[in-house]
């Protein structure tokens, strides 16, 4: 294979990993990829125009594989630790008790059923530190009167997102970068775009109350699931929220 077919092959290769790694990692590590994938590229330039060492051109051309198969099977070797009885860092892994799971939902039921908008994001494997850091700290146990009266009209953390880490309510009034995907619904507004945004970068789950309808959607791994009864909503919960 000649450097100009290894050069085109990379090019693939880290643009396919891109895509990849955006949907799997906080926004931090995901800006440092792409810049890794830049200087990657410009070094597949200059291999292509000079001569360089064996080793090196090796590494560089095997790299890219690498970094593709490490993002493709992480979850399937994270699934294979939990088997083997290593899990031992949960310090972002949520689990939600039984008693939190009827907060919630008692909560949701009450902010739908007064039309009180709403958007509710539970960390998971990512961390959410870069988006907590922006907003109100709360640092409080979870329970229903709380999280109603945060989203409450009219006040100061009414539009931002609540953060969830294991039962503890981290911040309020976060904000993420909204999708901008141009298939989503015109009807849809700022927190539906919200909760997708942020379901695209990271494998966090977001409940979302409409202020227009009162319906409850749920967002996670790029996709909103619209409408949806108390009891979806539970089963939400459980599958993604609770081993």
Do not use: W
């Amino acid at each position: 294979m000649s450097n100009f077919d290894v050069l085109i092959l990379n090019i693939y290769l880290l643009a396919i990993f891109s895509i990849l790694v955006k949907s799997k990692t906080n926004p931090k590590l995901y800006r440092l990829f792409k810049l890794l994938d830049v200087a990657l590229f410009g070094y597949l330039v200059s291999m292509f125009f000079t001569e360089k060492l064996v080793v090196i051109d090796t590494i560089v051309k095997v790299f890219p594989l690498v970094l593709l198969i490490i993002t493709i099977t992480q979850t399937e070797t994270t699934i294979l630790l939990r088997k083997l009885g290593i899990n031992k860092n949960r310090l972002f892994q949520n689990t939600i008790e039984d008693q939190i799971k009827i907060e919630i939902i008692k909560s949701v039921d009450y902010l739908a059923g007064r039309q009180i908008g709403a958007i509710i994001t539970f960390e998971k494997g990512i961390n959410l530190e870069e988006y907590i850091q922006g907003a109100f700290q709360v640092n409080a146990p979870i329970n229903s009167e709380l999280l109603s009266t945060i989203f409450y009209p009219n006040t100061p953390l009414h539009d931002g997102a609540v953060i969830v880490r294991k039962n503890q309510i981290v911040c309020a009034g976060a904000y993420y970068p909204p999708s901008d995907r141009l298939d989503i619904p015109k009807e849809l507004g700022s927190r539906h775009r919200a909760a997708i945004g942020i379901s695209e970068i990271t494998d966090a789950l977001t409940i979302v109350v409409s202020e227009q309808t009162g319906k409850i959607s749920v967002a996670i791994d790029g996709y909103l699931d619209q409408d949806i009864t108390k009891e979806a909503l539970i089963l939400y919960i459980e599958k993604h929220l609770q081993e």
